[in-house]
């Protein structure tokens, strides 16, 4: 039963509040792009055992999209931070790198 | 005799008599007892039968732990099976039964497996069983049924007469165990100003320690957990509450505990049971620990019991389990229990003690000061009696039994194996353990605890649940409990415990210590589920070597004590087979709930009526009133139809189609999804969404509209209405609302968070009725207050207005094929209009339709349902639907995906018409066969049904569906396989639209 | 190895059964083997067994992290059906099921298969057109299915609330010969088989890399040395992207969280699985007399095999709605087991970029019912590089948009 900080509304949500969304950061490919890049980006999902970088809604509270970095081994939440963002903050990759130094997810690390 | 000491009884008070029956017969307690204790005041000392062998049993322990007293409690709607007796607080007119015996729990004849023990080793029934093959469905498998599960089924129609709750709690510090060591941490957590709660699933605070006796800070220990209890019900910060188990710790500080209000007292008003869902920052497992049986031949027989459960009964309930009491143990604190019958002048005519100690420690003087024999270095050969114990025999340790050497009569066996801390809740979020070689027994690696959201140790053990075994440790590990939970350092020293000092433990797994094959296969680990010590040595034998593969093969503590007593004599059993070290074997996972909690609990009170709440639009009572037959669709109801009376459901749905068609029709729409979209960039956003172009959309007009998934599926349509440059509304399917308001916000927060788009789910906010056929124009008329001729408002338009005075939207749109007006007005107007509609349009023939006349109506003209020609797997060209696919958009949500190989495959089935020769109805489903069958024995198929019926307008079966090919085969005949695989329904490809090809109805 | 009877449990028990050998040999690591699965599960034993029984296929290794069994094949609810909507899918469970019916006899051990039927509640009027659909599509496919009335449901589960007050039950999806086993039996009849056959068991040893030579798989490093093979299995369920990692290709797949739970053992009370999709629960008794509850997966990766107790209140609550007498019984135990669940939710059994490494995964939710068919199609795909059960389950469907989806019923209804 995780909770997670919502950075919209500033609350610690419960898990029955929060509707997740998968994979974050995904960059979306269109008409133009390749079958390998429409392919990975619908469906090659990052799967790690260690920190993930993923959506989550605030559904039975305020309705907002946000990011969070958990890990899916110790379901520690390095941190959560607004949908509209390209990369994950320094501090989480800090927070990260401070139990999994030498982490890398998809360009970031 | 099992019976009721003259006096004392710390719990009990014998100036209220209760009485209860057992099987039938009644017997009578006092208030305090548990339906344990007033049975063994009673003499019954045969409580229940095992799970395979039928073996007699009575009770083994006095608390949760207990695998043998279960009984059915209660009757009828509050009959509940499998209630463990040692916690069944006794009431007045309590009523309870045995279990797993027929006919009686004296004479039972599935005990006739006990001589058949031999022959029904672990896991035999994978070795037999076997031939003939259908023998197991019909033979073996019924009769091994009949015989397994415990308790009886409830009756099959019971309505549970209970209700049950959930409460929340967002606290600082969760205790859970009120034992000594969990209220001395309460109180000094509750010091530090923190919001704490304390939970205690008995109905009694102290645990163990009242009973063990001993001094703090000079007080008798009784004295000191009075203070405790006073300071923390003082305590505004500190809730306390007794009957409420600790049943779960789940992740990021999620706990369950599971309060019995009204078990005790079933007369009591409201709830049974409450359901915790508690958060807690820090939560302390002051959980106890459990005493651990001796495995010796004939541990299993009535009479044995834990050497503390013994202490128990006569310390709390004033039991003599019998006038001799034999104690059997590996360790001092069974002393303890010796000593305590001794006090109340009940004979202990042996210690039998495996340990061979140089001296005596402070206990064991103690008790041979008052004249108890000690038999050290000796072991139990064999318990004699069949239903109750009769004595033991006795014979050295270090053999291998059977060298007897002395027979003592006895009616009671006090066993001790040593103690195993209660680790559950600590491991429950995997929290690690460590063996502690000293006390032979695991315990909390408080290195390893569980790790909340910020990877920080949220569990903390505390006492004896940590493994300090003595009140002094206990008391000082509590204190230490608190420091770890508050990471306050302590303002005060630990309380000062004064205890005897006990000698240290000698493991013992086996007793004698060399037993025999005979011995062992008479030893039992697991009561309940009879798995005895040469089961785990077979298992080890045949390569069981994991401690899982061990307990699956053997059922070793699956039973419903979930292994409490058997888990770690059972794995010292196995690592001493296979020559491994314990900590080396491991344990079994621990899962919650720490013991049974009640489905009732779990669901809580979201019962019946209210178990998914139903969403009732404003009409909702007006249709229930006047005949609706209602349909689930999503959480709404919809009515299927509504009936006249008289009338079938088939002749509710004709009359409508043909009154709609012919007359004027009502339909209740205000369940379709209405979502506005606003903003600068809502039609740009819009043609991200649609497959269609909404952007050149004039306000003022409407436009259908397809929605697809990114991976190119169909998954919604509707009808779009600009209302002005900026703002666009959008109707959804009923169902799909709430899903396409989330799927809008995803991609406006997730993607194209820069464009300037708001959406607003207002289902809720509109009512909508569809007003239909011939007459729809006249009624509206009649009402008056707006222009809604032809040339006011065209095909596909909108316009704002009043009727009688209710500020209405009018689109004019038809999903019947006939005139159509929907009409969007205030929730709050939505039933005057419709009563409005109902009277005025009397004279116009009005009727209310349900879905299934809409459904053949949309049918009749060749219009898709969502969820009927789609399923998920279908595209938008599959429908022949490319004029609502836009060619000049560079992107749209599933266009990409269109150009994919198996998408833009020229063999994908398409929409077609099907009238089936004979004009009857083709079958829901039906699939079209082709020649042969595919590489794997199935039957080719080149098409499927999506949408059937009869068509009472031209009285004629009509369907659509998904046919290869189908739009270049029309006239062909193709052939539909019933159900039996075999019949076949000869049905001819058509033109979808089967009814007014030309749109001449709407179009006037 | 010696066979297993009644006779031989009498003649055991003379000798107080110290007689039995082990069910399975524990050797030490070859340094190489023809074939080497990674993952003792039930799938991976089945693929080494059917190997062995169709192909002579017997130098063979099978490695488990842990012990076999300890995943997924011993989470489970144990439910066995083949009443599935797309031939493929209908082919493969279809495929498994008619061996379950067997398999006691053909691995003298008792999985104690027992065909009592399960049966899929219809509570919508969407829900009755989805499972009529699947009953006309079973008919051809031959699988044998029928759709019963509520009166049938109501004889065969007494227990049913028929006329529950949110949803009543308009009908069910019916299938005589779909049942439950036992399901830690599958997986030790299965090595007993194996190592029966001069296969090799390895426990406790953990895959850590794979080995390769010019695209072409080599063998395996483990934690007890390096092992080779001409062919390798990938049949690891819930960890298979971290060993598809090693092996340097990508799978779309994502492990989550899936939660059961049984109650205390009670007298028989019903005799057949039900499954009541609208509500997302279902519920078998176990011949211990538990019954067996579960429900829906948790939506975010997870790898704790723990799951979040909300889903658990809303499985028991529909199931409570459901069968209103399993309210005063008790749960007794739950826990949580991870299932790799892939983009259309149906498992991929394929090639892979590697030459000769295979893949098996992608079971999600229904893996235990398809065992011995997804063995049976394993063992062709690996042994002769195609299988008509596993064609259309192979890898690229992701890429050419060509999906198998079974959860069509879940569409919307106006």
Not at chain 2, 62 to 79: C, I, K, M, Q, Y
Not at chain 2, 230 to 247: C, F, H, K, Q
Not at chain 2, 270 to 276: A, D, E, F, Q, V
Not at chain 3, 152 to 169: F, Q, S, T
Request: glycine share 12%; charged share 20%; hydrophobic share 40%.
């Amino acid at each position: 039963m995780l909770t997670l900080h919502c950075p919209n509304c500033g609350i610690q949500a419960d898990e029955t509040e929060l509707a997740p969304g998968g994979e974050a950061h995904l960059k979306r490919y269109g008409p133009g792009s390749s079958d390998d890049e429409f392919h990975s980006y619908l469906f090659t999902r990052e799967n790690p055992r260690g920190p993930h970088f993923e959506r989550w809604r605030h559904a039975a509270g305020c309705g907002k999209w946000f990011l969070a970095a958990r890990d899916t081994v110790t379901l520690e939440v390095y941190g959560t931070y607004p949908a509209q963002t390209l990369e994950p903050p320094q501090d989480i990759k800090d927070a990260i790198t401070a139990k999994h130094p030498g982490w890398q997810w998809r360009e970031f690390s | 005799m099992s019976t009721r000491l003259a006096t004392g009884g710390r719990l009990i008070d014998r100036s209220k008599q209760q009485s209860f029956t057992f099987n039938g017969k009644r017997l009578t307690g006092c208030a305090g007892d548990t339906l344990a204790s007033a049975l063994l005041a009673n003499d019954q000392m045969l409580m229940g039968r095992s799970f395979k062998y039928h073996r007699p049993r009575g009770v083994v322990a006095s608390g949760a732990e207990e695998p043998n007293a279960l009984v059915g409690l209660g009757t009828g709607a509050r009959f509940e099976p499998n209630q463990r007796a040692t916690t069944t607080e006794l009431f007045d007119g309590l009523s309870a039964t045995s279990q797993n015996h027929w006919p009686s729990l004296e004479f039972d004849v599935g005990a006739v497996n006990t001589k058949l023990a031999r022959f029904l080793p672990a896991g035999f029934y994978y070795k037999t069983f076997m031939w003939p093959r259908s023998f197991w469905k019909h033979v073996y498998e019924p009769v091994i049924r009949q015989s397994a599960g415990l308790g009886k089924a409830p009756d099959a129609e019971t309505r549970d007469a209970d209700t049950y709750e959930h409460f929340y709690a967002y606290v600082d510090h969760l205790v859970i165990g009120g034992g000594i060591a969990g209220l001395e941490t309460a109180k000094r957590l509750g010091e530090t100003g923190a919001r704490v709660l304390l939970v205690e699933q008995t109905a009694h605070w102290g645990g163990r320690a009242p009973v063990d006796g001993g001094e703090v800070e000079g007080q008798p220990v009784t004295e000191y957990i009075a203070g405790l209890l006073a300071a923390l019900n003082a305590m505004e910060n500190v809730t306390l509450r007794s009957r409420t188990m600790g049943a779960g710790i789940y992740d990021h500080g999620y706990a369950l505990a599971y309060e019995r209000l009204s078990d005790h007292a079933p007369t009591t008003q409201g709830p049974r049971h409450r359901l915790w869902r508690i958060r807690a920052g820090q939560i302390v497992t002051a959980t106890g620990a459990i005493e651990r049986p001796l495995s010796f031949a004939g541990n299993d027989i009535p009479g044995v019991m834990l050497a503390s459960a013994v202490r128990d009964y006569v310390e709390n309930w004033a039991i003599s389990p019998g006038d001799r009491t034999v104690i059997v143990t590996n360790n001092d604190d069974a002393y303890r229990t010796a000593l305590v019958l001794k006090s109340h002048g009940l004979d202990v005519p042996a210690i039998i003690d495996a340990r061979v100690l140089p001296t005596d420690s402070a206990l064991m003087a103690e008790a041979r000061a008052k004249g108890i024999a000690i038999h050290q270095g000796h072991a139990i050969d064999h318990v004699m009696g069949t239903k109750r114990v009769r004595g033991v025999a006795i014979c050295s340790h270090a053999g291998e039994g059977g060298a007897v050497i002395e027979e003592i009569p006895c009616e009671c066996v006090a066993m001790s194996g040593g103690w195993s801390p209660v680790v559950h809740l600590w491991s429950h979020c995997g929290g690690k353990l460590n063996w502690d070689q000293a006390n032979a027994m695991f315990r909390p690696d408080l290195t390893r605890a569980p790790t909340g959201d910020k990877g920080q140790a949220f569990v903390t053990p505390a006492g004896a649940a940590n493994g300090a075994m003595t009140l002094g440790d206990v008391l000082e590990d509590a204190v230490a409990a608190a420091e770890r939970a508050s990471g306050d350092t302590r303002t005060s020293d630990a309380p000062k415990a004064v205890v005897a000092v006990e000698a240290p433990l000698a493991p013992v797994w086996m007793m004698p210590q060399g037993a025999s094959i005979k011995h062992r296969m008479k030893a039992w680990l697991d009561y309940q589920n009879d798995v005895k010590v040469s089961d785990v040595q077979l298992a080890a034998r045949e390569g069981f070597e994991s401690v899982e593969h061990a307990k699956r093969y053997t059922t070793l503590g699956m039973a419903t004590d979930q292994g409490k007593l058997s888990n770690i004599n059972g794995l010292a059993i196995l690592s001493g087979a296979l020559g491994a070290e314990i900590p080396q074997v491991g344990t079994t996972t621990f899962r919650p709930p720490y013991t049974p909690i009640s489905m009732g609990a779990i669901a809580g009170e979201a019962r019946a009526e209210i178990f998914q709440p139903i969403r009732k639009t404003p009409i909702h009572d007006w249709l229930d009133k006047n005949g609706a037959e209602w349909e689930p669709v999503g959480h709404w109801r919809r009515p299927y139809c509504i009936k006249q009376a008289g009338e079938t459901t088939e002749q509710a749905v004709h009359r409508e189609v043909k009154n709609t068609r012919e007359n004027l029709g009502l339909l209740d729409a205000s369940t379709l999804g209405k979502l506005i979209v606003k903003g600068k960039d809502a039609g740009k956003f819009l043609d991200m969404l649609y497959t269609n172009m909404m952007s050149t959309l004039k306000p003022g007009r409407c436009r259908y509209g397809l929605m697809c998934n990114e991976n190119g599926f169909l998954m919604d349509d509707g009808v779009v209405a600009r209302i002005d440059e900026d703002t666009f509304l959008c109707h959804t399917t009923s169902g799909g609302a709430d899903h396409i308001h989330a799927h809008m916000e995803d991609w406006l927060q997730c993607e194209w968070w820069d464009w300037d788009v708001y959406v607003a789910n207002v289902t809720e906010q509109y009512g909508q009725i569809a007003v239909v056929g011939p007459n729809a124009r006249k009624v509206l008329e009649a009402i008056g207050g707006m222009d809604v001729s032809k040339e006011a408002l065209t095909f596909m338009g909108w316009a704002d207005g009043e009727l009688a005075g209710i500020p209405v939207r009018v689109y004019r749109i038809s999903f019947s094929g006939e005139l159509s007006y929907e009409i969007a007005v205030k929730a709050s107007y939505a039933r005057e209009l419709w009563d409005l509609l109902m009277s005025v349009g009397k004279q116009f023939n009005v009727m209310p339709y349900g879905t299934e006349a809409l459904h053949i109506m949309r049918a009749e003209k060749g219009f898709i349902m969502i969820g009927d020609e789609t399923d998920g797997t279908v595209i938008p060209q599959d429908l022949n639907l490319h004029w609502a696919i836009s060619k000049k958009k560079e992107d749209f949500m599933g266009k990409r995906a269109h150009e994919r190989a198996d998408m833009a495959r020229e063999d994908r089935w398409k929409l077609v018409g099907l009238e089936t020769v004979d004009g009857s109805v083709l079958p829901d489903g039906a699939y079209a066969v082709g020649e042969g069958t595919n590489a794997n024995g199935q039957r080719n198929v080149i098409g499927r049904v999506t949408s059937t019926y009869h068509s009472p307008t031209l009285g004629r079966g009509i369907a659509m569906g998904l046919v290869l090919h189908g739009p270049d085969r029309m006239g062909e005949v193709i052939r539909f396989a019933k159900t039996d695989g075999t019949t076949m329904i000869d049905a001819k490809i058509v033109d979808p639209v089967f009814y007014d090809k030309d749109g001449e109805m709407q179009n006037v | 190895m010696r066979s297993y009877s009644a006779f031989a449990v009498a003649r055991e028990a003379a000798r107080y059964h110290m007689g039995w050998e082990r069910a399975w040999a524990s050797p030490e690591p070859k340094k190489k083997y023809e074939v080497i699965i990674i993952g003792a599960g039930g799938h991976g034993l089945a693929t080494a067994y059917y190997l062995g029984k169709n192909f002579g296929i017997t130098n063979v290794a099978v490695i488990e992290k842990g012990w076999l069994g300890g995943g997924n094949t011993g989470r489970n609810t144990t439910i066995i059906r083949s009443n599935y909507l797309q031939d493929p899918s209908a082919a493969i469970y279809e495929k498994a099921r008619s061996l379950y019916e067997t398999m006691s006899q053909d691995l003298n051990y008792n999985v104690m298969f027992s065909p009592r039927g399960v049966m899929m509640l219809a509570q919508t009027q969407h829900e009755i057109r989805g499972y009529q659909r699947t009953a006309h599509a079973n008919a051809l496919q031959g699988v044998t299915t029928e759709w019963i009335s509520p009166g049938r449901v109501k004889e065969l589960v007494p227990i049913i609330n028929l006329d529950g007050p949110r949803y009543p039950v308009l009908g069910a999806l019916w299938q005589a010969r779909a049942g439950t086993a036992r399901h830690d039996a599958v997986a030790w009849g299965y090595a007993r088989a194996c190592s029966d056959m001069g296969m090799h068991v390895i426990q406790k040893c953990e895959v850590t890399g794979v080995r390769q030579e010019g695209g072409k798989v080599t063998g395996v490093t483990t934690t007890r040395g390096d092992i080779g093979c001409d062919k390798l299995g990938i049949v690891v369920a819930g960890h298979s992207g971290h060993v598809a990692d090693m092996a340097g290709f990508r799978l779309p797949v994502e492990s989550v969280a899936l939660q059961a739970l049984v109650s205390e053992p009670i007298k028989p009370c019903m005799d057949v699985v039900v499954m009541a999709n609208t509500v997302h629960g279902y519920m078998s008794q176990s011949d211990k007399g538990e019954m067996v509850i579960g429900g829906g997966a948790d939506g975010y990766n997870n790898y704790t095999q723990r799951g979040s107790f909300h889903h658990i209140e809303e499985t028991v609550r529909a199931l409570v709605e459901t069968f209103p007498m399993i309210s005063r019984l008790k749960m007794l135990r739950q826990w949580g087991g991870i299932v790799d669940m892939t983009g259309d939710r149906s498992p991929i059994l394929s090639k892979t970029p590697l030459e000769g490494c295979f893949i098996n995964c992608g079971w999600g939710t229904g893996g235990f019912k398809a065992i011995p068919g997804s063995g049976w199609g394993m063992a062709e795909l690996m042994a002769k590089g195609q299988s008509p059960l596993t064609d259309a389950f192979s890898l690229d469907r992701f890429k050419e948009g060509r999906f198998i989806d079974e959860s069509v019923a879940a569409g919307v209804a106006h």
